[in-house]
């Protein structure tokens, strides 16, 4: 795949890229999981480190894992090296992630991936390192491991990991069926892991990064993704500004919502835009809806006896956001009173010297319809000469 498609090709987001899709192939001697493969970003679609992020601590997010090769397998590298996707800690045994991370590992090579859990930075020696044992995951009917369609896109992108020794490490809950107040669109987010900061790089950060994401209406991934996107099964997601976003490494890392209660979980990274622009719409996995979260909560119980969906947690009530409204074909004078009426405001206004259609009309700008951004955010737009 070249350089150009990849750029516009919103793609699975497993793995660091190159780097850990060649990890995988050579050290499990197995295709890599989908979405790694071997052209890099490529597949059905991913999102997973953080671009425009900050750096932040394990102590905020304590449930933050990384999934990495064992150290069997490559006794020299760094964990860094061989970190190649994220995960959350639901019970001192059992870890979530996203299915693609793991979907196309057996038995035998699922037993030589190892958790990694307390570290701010990957590197370090603090923090606790368990062995997976054991993997369950969403099936169809036939048997087969259920995480994406027949045309290849991410669906039921969820994935359990049984350990061989507990983590110490607070785990974290799902949000509840009556905590559906605290993750409607509008509400804050936040993700966090360690992948790549920049598109295509081959090296993941040092220190853990965390972004604020907005969760956005389903009209907004349905205008990106079409079918493809599924609002019982998946969350919509973007920052605030169009700055930030997950990038390759962090796929099956965390989404969470602030509570009364705590955080909850309601999220998985799992797919979006293989360049990392923070202008398009990421996509998670919903394990706060209804049938993902009735089957991890029921999988959960029979691995565990634990309950890992949370209960009782409210949350404040929704800013005022500038709803992106759309403008295509409106005059500026137009254009500018519908941003108004949207608690948005006209940004700069550039004229695009190939740009066809009528003259003096909007022919592109520089958010999405349905992209909610703070209050009073300034539209850039293009018109036609």
Known sequence: ????????????????????????????????????????????????????????????????????VSRQVAPRALTSRRFFCGGSILAPRLV??????????????????????????LNSNRGEVARVTGLRMPV??????????????????????????????????LAGPDEAGTWSPGHIAWTTGWGITKAFANRVPANLQVATQVLMGKGLCRRTDGIAFQATRMVCIGGPRGHTSACNGDSGGPLVVATSEGYRLVGLTSYG?????????SVDTKVSGVPIRNWVRVTAMN??????????????????WCKVPAIFGLKTVQAKRRLEAANCRLGRVRT????AGRSGRVIGYSRLPGWLAPSGFKLNVWVSP
């Open 96 to 121: 979530i992630t996203a299915g693609h991370c793991v979907a196309d590992l057996n038995r035998r090579q699922i037993r030589r991936i190892e958790i990694v859990s307390g570290r701010t930075r």
């Open 303 to 320: 691995l565990t006896g634990r309950d890992v969906v949370g209960s009782g947690g409210t949350a404040g009530p929704v800013r005022q």
């Open 140 to 173: 169809d009917s036939a048997g087969k491991r259920r995480y994406k369609t027949l045309l290849g896109a991410a669906d039921w992108d969820v994935a359990l990991l049984t350990l061989a020794t507990p983590l110490s490490s607070e785990p974290i809950k």
């Open 273 to 281: 835009d293989g360049a990392c622009r923070g202008f398009v719409p």
């Open 1 to 68: 795949m070249s350089r150009a498609a990849q750029m516009v090709n919103r793609a699975a987001l497993s793995g660091c890229g190159l780097l850990a899709a060649t990890l995988l192939v050579i050290l499990f001697a197995v295709p890599s999981p989908a979405g790694a493969s071997s052209t890099a970003l490529k597949s059905q679609g991913a999102t997973a480190s953080i671009v425009n992020g900050r750096n932040t601590t394990i102590g905020e997010w304590p449930w933050q894992v990384a999934l990495t």
């Open 352 to 355: 695009d010297p190939w740009g």
